[in-house]
């Protein structure tokens, strides 16, 4: 008994011992700090102003436009703008953000393009390019030569002070020069802002909402600018009071449209009145207090527009109209701000978000996701997105790189040898011996490295940054939290839309060290006990649901709010508008385990029809135009059809592939309809 009461007392000291230096180490870790603070207290009372015209007298000794191979993928970033090039089928174009490690904030202008085929980054240096920022937005025009960016912010390094810009950008994805486009006059262009969106529409710019932060507050706004492309000229169109438009918001998605564009979800904060208790000399008592509080919008509108007539001046804006539609069916659930969306194909393609289930005094209980989804623009209907595991192809030769790339050579492949049989009188049966002029000047692709492939979805998170190219869906970065500490992922990653076979990985790197602040240090503190159980429990599982102080409630580069789950409480009349699907359009509609090619070549006759047919109504003699003409619009209207219902076809052959079923064959297309039973059953 004494020996183990000795035992106890010494485990006791040792463990006494243990917490003191834990103690003296912690004093010393928040003496540095506090002297830090001391140090940078200066840094803080800096003039940006000073700061970024010591970077443009940098920018200027840049010579001219230089192009460098880059050893390693840009640094992590947050709030920043990922873009399929509109020049090059080929290549990414990543501009700006920031980054945040808990201490200090360094923003970038760096244009960094990323070669898919090489597998290869570069970036670009230029004299005359966009000051650094983050929370700006950019967007292609509606011919494939330039895009257009605007606004931003900028902040000291503590992030004490912000500056918004209004400047409005150019950049040839072609020359990777950038021109800055001034347009003289008071309120003759938007106002500083970030958090807006940018879309195009023939010729025009489409700008709408962001925020401004002023330090004592936050703005929010619901302006709509429209720039045209041709006459350099931005319009403000002055709508009726009476008429139904979005209210304030940044965060949301605009997407184009063929009417002009589609606005859904965002995020603000409204003021609301809560009941504060106050004690006074008769005991507590309630009272009332106006705050704001954030706000994820599930709304949804279509902006059209209709050009001016063509006889009328050159400053002639454009009619616009907000349209409020229905909420989308089966949309994701719970809601979240931060669920990014781009455009693919009449669609968007949606990931990952954030949903704070519970706010307090102390922060707020978040939940974060990494479920893809796909909206249905035209149908105003989301349906998921789930990998699936690579079907066995029966076929020894391999399809060429996964997207549409090498798919749509093979197309063109086939088109032009049934035009050449058409024009040589051949039949269609002799259209695969017909050999084709190769192209003199093809890209050197080197051959690609393996790359890991999953069959889950990136790490869920918030303001990923998303880009369509060749139906490939590319995610870059994102941000995730964990009590105070905020995570910037560093990593893209690429999905194909068309076969969801798995998520290829193209680069992750660890994830930098968080700088803790006193307040931090003081928690610790009370927890000092479990430290080391919780240290444990970071490593093991350091991406888990966390709580986030009310200051991220003002998140500037998220693309939209949407939701995780699909929605079963969808209203009645949400049903009603939003539940037809793309069989009842009267269209050939695509088969199970069909593909684009394959869909095609069974209803080219049909969507010839079709298209000759619409050209008539609008008084077009299809008659007037080339054989290959048609086919090719003939099958850009089958591959839009393909793409709209892409995501039912998928349920049933998910489904069929569960009964056994990996592929359905017409007998009567074969030529095999009149075989006997014994062929049925072979």
């Given at each position: 008994?004494?020996?183990?009461?000795?035992?106890?007392?010494?485990?006791?000291?040792?463990?006494?011992?243990?917490?003191?230096?834990?103690?003296?180490?912690?004093?010393?870790?928040?003496?540095?700090?506090?002297?830090?603070?001391?140090?940078?207290?200066?840094?803080?009372?800096?003039?940006?102003?000073?700061?970024?015209?010591?970077?443009?007298?940098?920018?200027?000794?840049?010579?001219?436009?230089?192009?460098?191979?880059?050893?390693?993928?840009?640094?992590?970033?947050?709030?920043?703008?990922?873009?399929?090039?509109?020049?090059?089928?080929?290549?990414?174009?990543?501009?700006?953000?920031?980054?945040?490690?808990?201490?200090?904030?360094?923003?970038?202008?760096?244009?960094?393009?990323?070669?898919?085929?090489?597998?290869?980054?570069?970036?670009?240096?230029?004299?005359?390019?966009?000051?650094?920022?983050?929370?700006?937005?950019?967007?292609?025009?509606?011919?494939?030569?330039?895009?257009?960016?605007?606004?931003?912010?900028?902040?000291?390094?503590?992030?004490?002070?912000?500056?918004?810009?209004?400047?409005?950008?150019?950049?040839?994805?072609?020359?990777?020069?950038?021109?800055?486009?001034?347009?003289?006059?008071?309120?003759?262009?938007?106002?500083?802002?970030?958090?807006?969106?940018?879309?195009?529409?023939?010729?025009?710019?489409?700008?709408?909402?962001?925020?401004?932060?002023?330090?004592?507050?936050?703005?929010?706004?619901?302006?709509?600018?429209?720039?045209?492309?041709?006459?350099?000229?931005?319009?403000?169109?002055?709508?009726?009071?009476?008429?139904?438009?979005?209210?304030?918001?940044?965060?949301?998605?605009?997407?184009?449209?063929?009417?002009?564009?589609?606005?859904?979800?965002?995020?603000?904060?409204?003021?609301?009145?809560?009941?504060?208790?106050?004690?006074?000399?008769?005991?507590?008592?309630?009272?009332?207090?106006?705050?704001?509080?954030?706000?994820?919008?599930?709304?949804?509108?279509?902006?059209?527009?209709?050009?001016?007539?063509?006889?009328?001046?050159?400053?002639t804006p454009p009619a616009v109209r907000w349209e409020r539609r229905k909420k989308p069916a089966n949309a994701p659930n719970p809601t979240r701000a931060g669920a990014t969306m781009t455009w693919h194909k009449g669609r968007g393609i949606m990931f990952g978000g954030v949903h704070d289930v519970e706010q307090s005094e102390e922060g707020m209980d978040s939940e974060f996701f990494n479920q893809l989804f796909a909206w249905n623009i035209e149908r105003n209907r989301f349906m998921p997105m789930g990998l699936r595991k690579p079907r066995q192809q029966k076929k020894a030769a391999p399809e060429p790189r996964g997207g549409r790339r090498g798919r749509a050579q093979a197309n063109e492949e086939e088109l032009l040898r049934q035009l050449a049989a058409l024009e040589t009188g051949a039949s269609l049966e002799d259209a695969d011996d017909i050999e084709l002029a190769k192209k003199e000047?093809?890209?050197?692709?080197?051959?690609?490295?393996?790359?890991?492939?999953?069959?889950?979805?990136?790490?869920?998170?918030?303001?990923?940054?998303?880009?369509?190219?060749?139906?490939?869906?590319?995610?870059?970065?994102?941000?995730?939290?964990?009590?105070?500490?905020?995570?910037?992922?560093?990593?893209?990653?690429?999905?194909?839309?068309?076969?969801?076979?798995?998520?290829?990985?193209?680069?992750?790197?660890?994830?930098?060290?968080?700088?803790?602040?006193?307040?931090?240090?003081?928690?610790?503190?009370?927890?000092?006990?479990?430290?080391?159980?919780?240290?444990?429990?970071?490593?093991?599982?350091?991406?888990?649901?966390?709580?986030?102080?009310?200051?991220?409630?003002?998140?500037?580069?998220?693309?939209?709010?949407?939701?995780?789950?699909?929605?079963?409480?969808?209203?009645?009349?949400?049903?009603?508008?939003?539940?037809?699907?793309?069989?009842?359009?009267?269209?050939?509609?695509?088969?199970?385990?069909?593909?684009?090619?394959?869909?095609?070549?069974?209803?080219?006759?049909?969507?010839?029809?079709?298209?000759?047919?619409?050209?008539?109504?609008?008084?077009?003699?299809?008659?007037?135009?080339?054989?290959?003409?048609?086919?090719?619009?003939?099958?850009?209207?089958?591959?839009?059809?393909?793409?709209?219902?892409?995501?039912?076809?998928?349920?049933?052959?998910?489904?069929?592939?569960?009964?056994?079923?990996?592929?359905?064959?017409?007998?009567?297309?074969?030529?095999?309809?009149?075989?006997?039973?014994?062929?049925?059953?072979?």
């Amino acid at each position: 008994m004494a020996k183990d009461k000795k035992k106890n007392s010494d485990a006791k000291k040792a463990k006494k011992a243990e917490k003191a230096a834990k103690q003296a180490s912690k004093g010393e870790k928040k003496a540095k700090t506090k002297a830090a603070k001391i140090e940078g207290s200066d840094a803080e009372d800096v003039d940006l102003d000073e700061v970024l015209e010591e970077y443009r007298r940098q920018q200027e000794q840049f010579l001219k436009i230089t192009e460098t191979v880059c050893e390693a993928p840009p640094r992590a970033r947050a709030a920043s703008t990922l873009m399929a090039s509109p020049h090059d089928s080929n290549t990414l174009l990543l501009f700006g953000g920031e980054y945040f490690n808990g201490s200090l904030a360094q923003f970038y202008n760096d244009l960094n393009i990323y070669n898919i085929s090489r597998d290869e980054w570069r970036c670009v240096t230029s004299p005359n390019a966009p000051l650094p920022r983050s929370g700006h937005a950019w967007t292609r025009a509606g011919n494939p030569n330039h895009v257009y960016l605007f606004g931003g912010e900028f902040s000291s390094p503590k992030q004490g002070t912000f500056h918004h810009y209004s400047d409005f950008w150019r950049l040839e994805p072609a020359t990777r020069e950038w021109t800055k486009i001034e347009v003289k006059g008071k309120d003759k262009s938007p106002s500083a802002r970030s958090g807006h969106r940018m879309t195009y529409w023939k010729q025009y710019i489409i700008l709408f909402g962001g925020f401004q932060d002023t330090s004592n507050q936050t703005k929010y706004l619901a302006d709509l600018w429209i720039f045209d492309t041709i006459n350099f000229v931005w319009h403000s169109p002055q709508l009726p009071p009476a008429q139904l438009k979005p209210d304030a918001r940044s965060s949301f998605t605009l997407l184009p449209h063929e009417q002009g564009a589609a606005l859904y979800g965002g995020y603000s904060r409204v003021k609301a009145t809560v009941n504060v208790k106050q004690k006074g000399n008769k005991g507590p008592s309630q009272a009332q207090r106006n705050v704001l509080i954030p706000k994820v919008h599930e709304d949804c509108f279509y902006l059209r527009i209709t050009q001016p007539p063509t006889d009328a001046s050159p400053n002639t804006p454009p009619a616009v109209r907000w349209e409020r539609r229905k909420k989308p069916a089966n949309a994701p659930n719970p809601t979240r701000a931060g669920a990014t969306m781009t455009w693919h194909k009449g669609r968007g393609i949606m990931f990952g978000g954030v949903h704070d289930v519970e706010q307090s005094e102390e922060g707020m209980d978040s939940e974060f996701f990494n479920q893809l989804f796909a909206w249905n623009i035209e149908r105003n209907r989301f349906m998921p997105m789930g990998l699936r595991k690579p079907r066995q192809q029966k076929k020894a030769a391999p399809e060429p790189r996964g997207g549409r790339r090498g798919r749509a050579q093979a197309n063109e492949e086939e088109l032009l040898r049934q035009l050449a049989a058409l024009e040589t009188g051949a039949s269609l049966e002799d259209a695969d011996d017909i050999e084709l002029a190769k192209k003199e000047e093809e890209e050197d692709e080197k051959p690609a490295r393996e790359m890991p492939v999953t069959m889950e979805p990136p790490h869920m998170r918030f303001n990923a940054q998303l880009a369509v190219q060749d139906d490939v869906l590319y995610i870059y970065g994102g941000t995730f939290e964990k009590g105070d500490r905020e995570f910037t992922f560093d990593d893209l990653y690429a999905i194909d839309l068309g076969k969801m076979d798995g998520c290829k990985e193209i680069f992750t790197r660890p994830v930098e060290d968080w700088i803790e602040s006193e307040d931090e240090d003081d928690e610790d503190d009370e927890d000092d006990e479990d430290e080391e159980e919780e240290e444990e429990e970071e490593t093991t599982q350091m991406f888990t649901p966390s709580k986030r102080k009310k200051k991220q409630d003002e998140v500037s580069e998220v693309s939209s709010e949407a939701s995780s789950e699909p929605s079963i409480a969808a209203s009645e009349d949400d049903e009603t508008e939003t539940t037809a699907t793309s069989v009842d359009d009267g269209l050939p509609h695509p088969r199970p385990f069909e593909s684009r090619r394959e869909f095609f070549s069974r209803t080219s006759a049909e969507w010839q029809e079709i298209l000759m047919t619409s050209l008539r109504w609008k008084n077009i003699q299809p008659e007037t135009m080339a054989i290959k003409e048609i086919k090719a619009k003939a099958y850009e209207l089958s591959e839009e059809k393909w793409w709209d219902c892409r995501e039912e076809i998928v349920a049933l052959e998910e489904e069929q592939e569960a009964a056994g079923i990996q592929e359905v064959v017409s007998l009567a297309e074969r030529g095999d309809a009149g075989a006997g039973g014994g062929a049925r059953r072979r």
